[in-house]
């Protein structure tokens, strides 16, 4: 016995300064107390996935608009048919831009339906809307191509020369 009673010391000593938090938790205090600057209510102060994302500055929100496939296949056939109308032009006089600039088109759209428009709020609403389409015609169903030009990066540029896509059918 005096050996396994040795043992048995030596652990009760172990359990006992364990209990009382003598021997392990020295060890992780200085841990704790570090961490202690960097966590809040027991959750990292560090931006991580689950921190709600920092407030944005209030911006008013934009509304989305919604369109209808036919209004949206109506004003693609219009914004279309103007600007082939204008490439056959440059084609056979040579004289300015084979396309049209954003801007043109959009105020030639607003211009053939000023009459449906009743004030200056629906004029936005529907230069926006148009404007809209125009940038969903390049980038997603590759109606218009942008002529590059010099500098002409930017799609939603007001300067940007647009025409149609040489493979579009118009029908």
Known sequence: GAGQNGVH????????????GSTGA???????????????NGKPLSSGPDDA?????????????????EDYQRITHKLATHLRKHEE????NREGEPGLSRKA?????????????GNEEELHQMARLINQVITRLIKKDNVFIINHGEGQENINSDSVVIQVHPNYEMG
């Open 9 to 20: 010391s030596s652990q009760n000593q172990s359990d006992q300064q364990q209990q009382s």
């Open 26 to 40: 020295e060890h992780e205090a200085p841990d704790e107390e570090e961490n202690a600057s960097s966590r809040q």
């Open 53 to 69: 994302p920092a407030p944005k500055p209030k911006r008013p929100k934009k509304k989305k608009m919604q369109l209808k496939y």
């Open 89 to 92: 032009n440059y084609n056979n």
């Open 105 to 117: 088109l959009v105020d030639w759209y607003l211009q053939e339906h000023e009459d449906q428009l």
